[in-house]
């Protein structure tokens, strides 16, 4: 089992629709849970963050933690063409090292 | 304007050839690390440093080597023992504080090509 998994995609959404992405983990020690967003040939941007259970917002973006049930996930609200891109998922493994592992990202696309 | 640097954007490189990847950062951020991700992969860490002078191996540390003597840079040497090295490296920096909770700043990362 990996230890972070997103489906892989792609997804597809039109133009204004909700656009929902999903991650498991498999280290219940993991405390920390990002999402970041990658568009083709550049390096991963950080749009969400989320320690607690619940949901976060944050403009159109909504993360939401489950740690009992091991999963994170983030809504796009009004979903708009340049949302167009990879969506990473990553874990904090816990611990003084700080490392994050990565899943191997969602294609997300917005049709006009 | 504060940030990671990574140079060059690409690299082309020759079998059997050592090949180093610059990273440097002027945010003062403590901890660095280096990924690498392949075509509709997801990333996967080399190696990390926390701190100078001192540095871990990631999942995938063979054939690569780094080094930290200054805070600011974290270069990759891309060696000839790493057989199958075309990707996509990014460096990736955090800093100490609030410990768990901090994300990376990623460079814009280097592509490396074997000819």
């Known amino acids: 089992q990996k230890e972070v998994e997103q489906n892989s995609g792609p997804l597809s959404v039109p133009e204004g629709a909700i656009a929902s992405l999903n991650c498991t983990y498999s280290d219940r020690g993991s405390q920390s849970f990002f999402w970041y967003r990658q568009y083709s040939g550049k390096s991963p941007e950080l749009i969400m963050f989320i320690y607690s259970n619940g949901d976060k917002e944050d403009g159109r973006f909504t993360a939401q933690l489950n740690k009992a049930s091991q999963y994170v996930s983030l809504l796009i609200r009004d979903s708009q063409p340049s949302d167009s891109a990879t969506y990473l998922c990553?874990?904090?493994?816990?611990?003084?090292?700080?490392?994050?592992?990565f899943g191997s990202g969602t294609q997300l696309t917005v049709l006009p | 304007d504060g940030g990671i640097t990574q140079s060059p954007k690409y690299l082309f490189r020759k079998e059997g050839q050592n090949v180093t990847l610059s990273c440097e950062q002027n945010l003062n951020h403590d901890a660095m690390y280096w990924y690498r991700q392949d075509p509709g992969q997801g990333l996967r860490l080399i190696y990390y440093?926390?701190?100078?002078?001192?540095?871990q191996k990631g999942d995938i540390a063979e054939g690569y080597s780094v080094s930290r003597e200054k805070k600011e840079s974290f270069p990759l040497t891309v060696t000839s023992a790493q057989k199958n090295p075309t990707a996509f490296y990014l460096c990736?920096?955090?800093?100490?504080?609030?410990?768990?909770?901090?994300?990376?700043?990623f460079g814009s990362g280097t592509r490396l090509t074997v000819v």
């Open positions: 990553a874990v904090n493994r816990g611990g003084s090292a700080r490392q994050l592992t």
């Open positions: 440093s926390q701190i100078v002078n001192d540095f």
């Open positions: 990736a920096s955090t800093p100490r504080e609030q410990g768990h909770r901090n994300g990376y700043t």
